[in-house]
């Protein structure tokens, strides 16, 4: 997305309650299966399924990452200097994020700090470097197991772009039909708003959905939509590994309101995109940015279009999940059968919205319990880059206050420059790598850990979602699932409250006599029905399926079955 009033969409989409400051419980009665970390994620290849359902996603502001040279703007050799934290590519070690796939925010040339109005296609942002720069990028990222996509800006263009230019400059240009024109102005506004679409060029009006700054492209102009096309085939040559697709939904207009977005033609385009796009890289992939209700996600999710949707709707559960330490808000979403979750891009916040610390108030408990839903549950996670540190939001709305700079340590700078920021930054005492990186309680240890446990069991990335009913006092906050994949089971249980449970009682789909305990935080109690036993306790069974489970504040636990 770019820096216009389009944020403003989902500004109301989930109301987080009050924040209560209790923090998660001390790992108790740890036995080693349970104090040991997985391996990491380029241990286990697998190539039965497309690469991204196995992989974690770290979307990345180039500018606000890290800066090589001491211009205060973050840059791609910046980017490269960090890749080890992102994933250093030894399977041995755990003390890197783990995330395999990096999603670029706009890094063609564009006379914006945000990249979303496109000047070149073709030419990467010499405030960012060269191409020779980014070749070297998606070198080093490859090498570490990084698969790299792009934000493609479809949609629309910048006005300053050549073809605009020329378009508006006459209206015998052969660019003039590669925007929309007309005479007067029918007054549209946006789909989500009151804004205008048509703007004033002389005597005449383009549309331009958004803002006049970024006016779109005319898609039922033959040369536009093969110009898209040759300029995706053009960087999926220079390795690149996909497309964030922007805007997904607004490529055709047949009238105001409601019929400026999901059009028949916009599906159509994308039908065929898809097939000239895998024809030139078959396993590249399309991730669409189609921010509405799912009914109208869904469609696009087919198999004919994108790989991928970003669900606006889970996002909006998961954060209403953590602050209301409730469940079946989140369960209704998840058993939604409109969108496949095969289809699912999950994530907590984006760069067009307030980061998920802020609007939870700054409660590390609840942070934690996000997190552990987000790479738990099914779909391929994105994480957002200062997410896993709990970076904040600043205190005002617009968006550069959502993409500050990176807090790497507690230093004036933070790390991130040497010289001066190209914006300000939120004074991050704790929520900085340098702070967390070797405490085995901070949230950057704890997103770790979850991820690299992600990657060592492809029930979490690939496998089906089975509710695992749970009664009795605070059962209501317990969230409880199976994860299944080719035969391997994983059972997770998470407390969402900031209280103890009573003894509820989980009823398991089957019962098992072999188990493992693959990750433990907080107090744990589980009491077979008629047997009273800790699950470290041998030699204990889930030989039957009920089961008598106390779980302290905002503890979780994880065991293959």
């Known amino acids: ?33 349970a104090k040991s970390l997985p391996t990491s994620p380029t241990s286990k290849p697998q190539a039965s399924s497309p690469w991204w359902k196995r992989a974690v996603f770290y979307e990345v502001f180039v500018r606000s990452f890290q800066d090589s040279d001491g211009d205060g703007v973050g840059d791609i050799k910046g980017l490269i200097q960090r890749l080890d934290y992102l994933n250093d590519g030894d399977p041995k070690t755990t003390t890197d994020l783990g995330v395999t796939a990096l999603w670029l925010m706009p890094i063609f040339r564009s006379g914006s700090y945000h990249g979303y109005d496109t000047e070149d296609y073709r030419t990467i942002d010499p405030r960012y470097g060269s191409h020779a720069d980014f ?47 007309r005479k007067d102005n029918p007054k549209w506004t946006q789909p989500w708003g009151s804004g205008p679409v048509w703007h004033s060029s002389g005597d005449s009006f383009f549309y331009g959905i958004f803002w006049s700054g ?57 039908k065929s995109f898809r097939k000239d796009v895998k024809a030139a890289s078959p396993n590249a992939l399309m991730v669409g940015e189609i921010w509405t209700q799912v009914a109208n996600i869904a469609p696009y999710c087919q198999g004919d279009e994108m790989d991928m949707a ?24 998840l058993s939604n059968p409109t969108f496949p979750s095969s289809c699912w891009a999950t994530f907590l916040t984006n760069h067009d919205q307030e980061r998920i610390m802020s609007q939870l108030h700054s409660n590390m408990p ?22 896993e540190i709990g970076m904040l ?36 005492k704790k929520a900085n790598v340098a702070a967390q990186t070797k405490n085995a309680k901070s949230l950057l240890s704890w997103y770790r850990r979850l991820i690299h446990l992600r990657h060592s069991h492809p029930a979490l990335s690939e496998g089906s979602l089975k509710r695992v009913p749970v009664k009795g006092e605070g059962s209501e906050g317990v969230m409880a699932f199976v994860r299944e994949h080719k035969g391997k089971r994983l059972l997770v ?31 744990v109690h589980v009491t077979h029905i008629g047997t009273a036993r800790a699950p470290h306790e041998s030699p204990y069974t889930l030989a039957t399926k009920e089961h008598k489970v106390k779980l302290g504040p905002t503890s979780m636990w994880v065991v293959g079955l």
């Not at 090498?143 to 209206?171: C, E, L, Q, T």
């Not at 790479?375 to 880059?385: A, D, E, M, S």
């Not at 700078?413 to 930054?425: E, L």
Request: charged share 20%; net charge positive.
């Open 393 to 428: 939001n600043g205190p005002k709305r617009d968006d550069r206050h959502k993409r500050m700079p990176m807090a790497w340590d507690g230093s004036p700078q933070a790390g991130f420059t040497k010289g001066i920021p190209w914006f300000q930054r939120m004074p991050h």
């Open 310 to 333: 970003f669900h606006f709707g889970l996002a909006g559960a998961l954060k209403g999940a953590a602050a209301s330490m409730t469940t079946e808000g989140l369960w209704r979403v």
């Open 214 to 270: 970024m006016p779109d492209l005319n898609f039922r102009h033959p040369p536009v939509r093969k110009e898209m096309t040759r300029i995706a085939k053009y960087w999926l040559k220079q390795g690149v590994d996909g497309f964030r697709l922007d805007a997904a939904r607004y490529l055709f207009a047949d009238g105001g309101g409601a019929l400026q977005s999901d059009r028949p033609r916009t599906h159509q385009f994308w």
């Open 135 to 181: 070749k070297k990028l998606l070198k080093e990222a490859h090498r570490r197991g990084i698969r790299v996509i792009v934000d493609y800006v479809i949609n629309h263009s910048s006005r300053a772009h050549p073809w605009f230019k020329a378009s508006a400059s006459s209206k015998s240009s052969p660019y003039r039909s590669w925007y929309v024109w």
């Open 366 to 387: 609840m942070m934690k319990t996000a997190a552990a839903l987000l790479l738990t549950l099914p779909g391929t996670p994105f994480l957002y880059y200062g997410e």
């Open 1 to 33: 997305m770019n820096d216009t009033p389009r944020n403003l969409l989902m500004a109301c989409a989930v109301c987080l309650v009050a924040c209560i400051g209790i923090g998660l419980g001390c790992l108790s009665l740890a036995s080693s299966a």
């Open 493 to 523: 249980l998470l407390n969402l409250e900031d209280q103890s449970t009573a003894k509820v009682h989980v009823t398991l789909p089957f019962a098992t006599k072999q188990w493992k305990t693959l990750l433990r935080e907080g107090k």
